[in-house]
Each structure stands twice: as C-alpha cells, then as structure tokens.
C-alpha cells in the first residue's frame, strides 16, 4: 500500500503570507504511460466535508481560487497558497489515486496567526 | 447541481449491522464511480470503498474487507454500504463522494452520516 506522509502537522500565517504543505508518497505516483501524477489536494473547512482543489498534482478545480497552485512529480509534492485569506483556515489533505487502497495523508491543520 | 445525501447512520453495539444510503442528484449516477471515504471523530480521512458504474467491480479497504459490502441501484440513483461485524473503531462520520469522469479522485462529497460503535 503507498503511505502519503504530509508536513508540518501544523501551520500558523499570517494574512497574506505564502503558506506552503508538503505531501510525499512511499512510492512513485507517476505514472510513466501518460506521465500524469495521480495525486489531488483537498480543504475540509469545520464542520464541513472535503473540497477537492487540485487534481493530476497541479491542475485547479474549477471555481478554486488562483491562489491555491499544486507542483511537484513522482513522489514530493506541494499544495501552494500565495496570499493567505481568512476563509482558508482548514485542514488540507493530499490523496494518491495511482492505485487502490486510495490512501490519504494525515491532513494539515493551517490557522491564521 | 450535484447533491449527495448521507443516510442511515446512528448508534449501535459492537458486532452489529448498520445500512448506510447516499441519494444522488444532479448528474447521470449510472455514469460514476461511487466511493465511500470515513473520517473518525477528530481524525483523518480514510478511504473505505468504491464501486464501479455498473456495479460490477468493488474495492475495499483492509480494515474492512469482509465486513463491508457496497452496492448501487442505478434506477434509485442510490449507493449503498452495508456494515456488519462492526466493531468500536469503525465509529465515524461516513461520506459518499462522486469519483471524477476520469479518475479515482473526488470532485463532490455528502455532508456525511455518523455511526457511533458503542455498548
């Protein structure tokens, strides 16, 4: 089974800093026939369920906010917010799709200092 | 508008039986793969199940493979995950979530249902 291992646990900004979450995979999730990195991100707000952000590692959702940008390939990855508002206080998590069991990360706590 | 409705969920002893449903509007339901992902209380997400758009394939997470089964009736636009032998840390709120046209990945969520294992 591939392990997805996010850090910090924990992450205190203030607004309008770049706030940066690191996911990294216990094997690679690219896959060489389409080159494509299965790999999402997600934001659970309280009390809510999760939002999907971003897919194939980079690409945005439609309706999400051009902040938020995904990057890296095979087993380091990086969900990316420049400018930190008060609305993206939430838990973000990052889940591999490259094969079942479809594992998630533990999850990143982002607060606003 | 995609919408996904958690039912069936509430408290129950150690090694009973529960029947979760996820009503789908908004989209062909028989087009989708359906998964069903959990969130213990305070917790994590953990995938726990998809099922194929025809209903002919199924997967499962080791923590529950053999206990859980899940199902669809594509004329009820229905998902289905039934639960037995449950035990104290299957406890959770439990989402069903819409699978990508393209991928295993999840583009919408229910609100989700608590089961609460508990004697």
């Known amino acids: 089974d591939i392990v997805m291992t996010q850090s910090p646990d924990s992450l205190s900004m203030s607004l309008g800093e770049r706030a940066t979450i690191n996911c990294k995979s216990s094997?690679?999730?690219?896959?060489?026939?389409?080159?494509?990195?299965?790999l999402a991100w997600y934001q659970q707000k309280p009390g809510q369920p999760p939002n999907l952000l971003i897919y194939w590692a980079s690409a945005r959702e439609s309706g999400v906010p051009d902040r938020f940008s995904g990057s890296g390939s095979g087993t380091n990855f990086t969900l990316t917010i420049s400018s930190l508002q008060a609305e993206d206080v939430a838990v973000y998590y990052c889940?591999?799709?490259?094969?079942?069991?479809?594992?998630f990360g533990q999850g990143t706590k982002l607060e606003i200092k | 508008e995609v919408q996904l409705l958690e039912s069936g969920g509430g408290l129950v002893q150690p090694g009973g039986s529960l029947r979760l449903s996820c009503a789908a509007s908004?989209?062909?339901?028989?087009?989708?793969?359906m998964t069903w992902v959990r969130q213990a209380p305070g917790k994590g997400l953990e995938w726990v199940s998809f099922?194929?758009?025809?209903?002919?394939?199924?997967s499962y997470a080791d923590s529950v493979r053999g206990r859980f089964t899940v199902s669809r009736d594509n004329s009820k636009n229905t998902l289905y995950l039934q639960m037995s032998s449950l035990r104290v840390d299957d406890s959770a709120v439990y989402y069903c979530?819409?699978?990508?046209?393209?991928?295993?990945?999840?583009?919408?969520w229910g609100q989700g249902t608590l089961v609460n294992v508990s004697s």
């Open positions: 099922i194929s758009d025809s209903g002919d394939r199924t």
């Open positions: 908004g989209f062909t339901f028989s087009n989708y793969v």
């Open positions: 889940q591999q799709y490259y094969t079942s069991p479809f594992s």
């Open positions: 094997q690679t999730i690219l896959y060489s026939s389409d080159n494509k990195n299965y």
């Open positions: 979530a819409k699978n990508s046209t393209v991928d295993y990945y999840f583009d919408s």
